[in-house]
């Protein structure tokens, strides 16, 4: 027991490293949940910047949140990751409407976002300036560059962004939950005074253990 201010208060307990595959799991399950809080909260704040007047909005916002939420969603179903979201994961959320196509439009504008474009003229044009028709000598008097910027999705895109990250969040977080039952009972098995030998583990944030709502609906 530790005493503050006169009264007993309990000790916490020692919250130790745990590397076992099923720690692993759980791991990247919570990372799957973070990641998707991210793009929720990207949509949150681009709704925000969608809602002004087109002459107060900020120039780089909209494009640094959008292509942020992006590459979040879809770094969600890498391959390579344990418990890395699939398209079958889409296809059974409790979601009306085209999901799985807009899913897969979200990949799509990500790989644009991040990809290096094969026609350099997807992204700048180049032209010349001429001297005026009609007057006097025809010749090239200049380059001009014109840059495209990336197109932003519509409010309607990005509540749907926020929607589906929400959904896919709470179903994460059921997953998460029964893993950390196959996860205790994995330390369970475990020899106690290696246990007791391991490292403190200091959590740097609050345990994601449930979905959050959705702030872009």
């Known amino acids: 027991m530790v005493k503050s201010n006169g009264k007993a208060q309990p000790t916490p307990p020692l919250t130790v490293a745990l590397d076992t595959p099923s720690a692993r799991v759980l791991a990247d399950q919570a990372s799957v949940i973070q990641d998707l809080q991210f793009v929720m909260d990207c949509?949150?704040?681009?709704?925000?910047?969608?809602?002004?007047?087109?002459?107060?909005?900020?120039?780089?916002?909209?494009?640094?949140?959008?292509?942020?939420?992006?590459?979040?969603?879809?770094?969600?179903?890498?391959?390579?990751?344990?418990?890395?979201?699939?398209?079958?994961?889409v296809q059974?959320?409790?979601?009306?409407?085209?999901?799985?196509?807009?899913?897969?439009?979200?990949?799509?504008?990500?790989?644009r976002f991040t990809a290096f474009p094969a026609d350099p003229f997807a992204i700048s044009k180049i032209g010349v300036a001429l001297s005026p028709a009609g007057h006097g000598e025809r010749r090239v008097e200049g380059v001009a560059i014109f840059s495209t910027s990336h197109a932003l999705i519509d409010a309607t895109g990005v509540r749907q962004l926020g929607g589906l990250a929400s959904?896919?969040?709470?179903?994460?977080a059921v997953k998460a939950r029964k893993q950390e039952d196959t996860v205790l009972a994995d330390a369970q098995q475990l020899d106690i005074a290696s246990l007791y030998e391991a490292p403190p583990l200091l959590p740097q944030q609050p345990p994601a253990e449930a979905a959050p709502h959705n702030p872009a609906g």
Not at 95 to 108: D, N, P, R, S, Y
């Open 43 to 89: 949509c949150k704040r681009l709704l925000g910047e969608l809602g002004r007047p087109e002459e107060e909005r900020d120039g780089v916002a909209p494009q640094a949140l959008w292509s942020s939420a992006l590459v979040a969603y879809a770094r969600c179903f890498g391959g390579g990751r344990p418990s890395g979201l699939t398209v079958k994961d």
């Open 92 to 111: 059974d959320l409790p979601l009306q409407g085209a999901v799985t196509k807009f899913h897969e439009w979200v990949i799509e504008e990500r790989e």
């Open 167 to 172: 959904e896919l969040a709470k179903q994460t």
